[in-house]
């Protein structure tokens, strides 16, 4: 069975809080069924007898709540923005209909140095260009914004997930598309400082 600390340090300026193991020998099955994580929970170079249960990313935006996944992932990946995705031909066309109809504003937009145009209304990310362009990117589904780029791609080569593209630069950070077990193609993005704050500032 394995126990958790009670207890917590106690806050200081500049730092952020998170609950780490390293190098612990674990075991029996670690089940984190109902458990409420607010901070980043991280058993790096641990050795697991049996996969964690359940454990997957878990949202900033669902203040800790966690999903079930079959497979065990040694790091729980901090999502702090999640985007669905919609194709276009173009750009200022479906904006202007969408602003109106969500209420929302565009939040974000810029070109891809391939010439693909991109915008943010609310929890939607439309992509923009000609069919030839669009169609490597016409597969994924979602935009995930993420705080550690490095960290997910450790989780993502754990699951089996392909690599399709990057980890590369982007006018936001930086990102990388993977297509996990099963066929879903998704985008990650680790924003840059100077995207956090276009939109507001990082969450804590």
Sequence with gaps: ??????????????????????????????DLTGAGIRHAFR????????PVSPCVAFSSRQRGGISASRDALLVI???????ARAYADDLDAVLAPLTTVTGEPVSTRFTMPNGLE??????LLVVAGDERALEPYRATVATLIIDDLDDC????NRTGARIVRGP???PTGRNL????PGGVQIEYVEWDDAQW???GGRPA
Excluded at 12 to 30: D, E, H, N, Q, Y
Excluded at 153 to 156: D, E, G, I, K, Y
């Design 177 to 180: 598309t993977a297509e996990l």
């Design 118 to 123: 991109l915008a943010t209304v609310g929890q």
């Design 43 to 50: 058993l790096d170079g641990c050795g697991l007898e049996q």
């Design 197 to 199: 704050e276009r939109a």
């Design 77 to 83: 990946m901090r999502i702090f923005r999640t985007y």
């Design 1 to 30: 069975m394995a126990v958790l600390p009670l207890g917590e340090n106690a806050g200081r300026s500049g730092t952020v809080a998170a609950l780490r193991f390293a190098g612990a020998r674990i075991t029996g099955r670690p």
């Design 153 to 156: 791609q450790a989780l993502l």
């Design 168 to 170: 590369q630069a982007v």
